[in-house]
């Protein structure tokens, strides 16, 4: 599955890109600096819809960043006129979690099957974890309903080495696995490329078929635009990453800087999409 949190690139209409299926941000005005979502008269329901309703063909979720500094204390009316938006087209709700004001129990709570939740081990305050780096019952009582929690690396304050751990120590594991990807990932020594993204959780304990599987097919279980993606199926379009596994030591970095090293990375090799071979990364 191809990375789109961040799609750069195409013409815009109306704050949606021409080229291919992609999740929109939920809000008019795109990621405004000092956060689109402390005004909302930003998040109009109205306008959302009207923007879904005529770009449907290209829009597969509806998203709303929920941060502390991007929301403020309207983190859960955002959510709901989120859901508002997506709801009468069927869509889910991306929701990017990370020091939100309310507890993370308030806002599981209104999340629906097939909701997803980014960044889904960024650290206090309201995390996922209690006080004594327990999971709260609502988080795992959330992927039971179909709720879906993707890693979504990124760059600034949305996982620490020791979130994750205490978490796949409870057996807490992410359903998909993603960059967060924006202009300036490749240069950013923690994300550097989706391979290097998987192989964190190579270090953690994940077997090579489940890391695979979260990065494939079932991101692209997440979005029914994308069910015939993320298989090697006969008849599957010929979208292809092919990876080798290296053995060796390499370093792995968080948002806080911390490293750590594992004994396994994956290297991209060769990329196919339709069929025919991409040319290599200068």
Known sequence: MRDRTHRPG????????EH????????PTGVAPGGELHDLSHADVGLARGAIGRHREFIIGVKARLSNNVAGTN???????AQAAAEPFGL??????????SPMRSILALLKRGDIVTHMYAPPPNSILDDQGRLFPEVTAARRRGVIFDFGNGGGGHFNW?????????????????????A????????????NVMSKFLMFGMSLSQVIACATVNAARAFEAFNDRGTLNIGAPADVAVLELRNGTFEFIDNYNNKRNGTQRLFPVATVLGGKPAPARA
């Open 92 to 101: 889910p709700v991306m929701i990017h979690v990370g020091q939100n004001f």
């Open 10 to 17: 195409g013409r815009q209409h109306g704050g949606v890109a």
């Open 162 to 182: 020791d979130i994750v751990e205490r978490a796949t120590k409870q057996g807490f594991w992410p359903d998909t696995l993603s960059t967060d990807w924006n």
């Open 75 to 81: 983190d859960l009316e955002a959510l709901r006129r």
């Open 184 to 195: 300036m990932s490749r240069s950013n020594p923690g994300v550097v490329d989706f391979p």
């Open 20 to 27: 291919g299926p992609f999740p929109d941000k939920y809000c």
